[in-house]
């Protein structure tokens, strides 16, 4: 279903998604400033950052939930930042919101099928939903069931592989294992590690930092919607901002 990156070096392919100094407001007030990143196709880049440091909010902004007051955002060279957020998922961006967006009364099966709205060939919906059941046996196992039955962990993965069902270029997580017992955040995390074997490219955020930040090929660090560092997961672990804003240090 996706493409492998084949060990090929990522930082050498043009981003395929470019945040050029973007400005972010909640009633007036700047959440996020002056923010730059990117991501290259194949790369799991992180996002971390204490609570309110604007992390959603970046997701959101590139989601197309979130006017953009100034700077830009580029898909593939694209400017996206004026499109509506069915425009953005049309070219290839998925969001997969720490609420999860399910709808309870509905069935595994009836909720991932709705991920696919915008794949009109039908023998691609069904290969889909086969390898979103090969990744989560057990929603195969529980395809019927109402999600409302599930637990966390089984609706957390019902909302990962209903993203997947629409073919992303860009899978972006936000607080995936959120509220989870530690054996369900493990389950989580190896999800997304299994993901980035195949070739999925990721922007993730995600509160479990130094598992997040083990996984990923590059991580930016948030303070008050700025980037103040940036590097892999290893660089920023080892970081003096890392331990002093996750470890006190």
Do not use: W
């Amino acid at each position: 279903m996706f493409e492998s990156t084949g060990g090929v070096d990522l930082s050498m392919k043009p981003p395929i998604l470019e945040v050029q100094n973007i400005r972010v407001r909640y009633s007036g007030l700047p959440v996020i400033q002056k923010l730059s990143m990117e991501v290259h196709q194949g790369e799991t880049v992180c996002v971390v950052g204490s609570n309110g440091a604007g992390k959603s909010t970046l997701l959101r902004a590139i989601m197309g939930t979130r006017k953009v007051f100034g700077g830009k955002i580029l898909f593939k060279g694209e400017e996206i930042h004026r499109l509506g957020t069915e425009a953005i998922v049309r070219r290839g961006i998925v969001y997969v919101p720490e609420e999860k967006m399910l709808f309870g009364p509905l069935s595994v099966k009836e909720n991932l099928v709705l991920g696919a709205y915008i794949v009109e060939d039908r023998e691609r919906v069904l290969k889909n939903l086969e390898t979103v059941y090969t990744l989560f046996p057990r929603l195969r196992e529980r395809a019927d069931q109402p999600v409302s039955t599930l637990s966390g962990g089984e609706q957390q993965m019902v909302a990962i592989g209903r993203g997947l069902m629409s073919n992303p270029e860009i899978l972006m997580l936000d607080e995936p294992s959120l509220g989870l017992a530690p054996i369900l955040v493990d389950e989580v995390l190896d999800t997304v590690r299994e993901l980035k074997r195949e070739g999925m490219t990721i922007l993730l955020v995600e509160q479990n930092v130094r598992e997040a930040l083990g996984l990923a090929n590059r991580a930016y660090l948030l303070q008050t919607g700025r980037i103040v560092s940036q590097g892999t997961g290893e660089e920023l672990l080892d970081s003096d901002l890392f331990r002093t804003a996750f470890l006190g240090i």
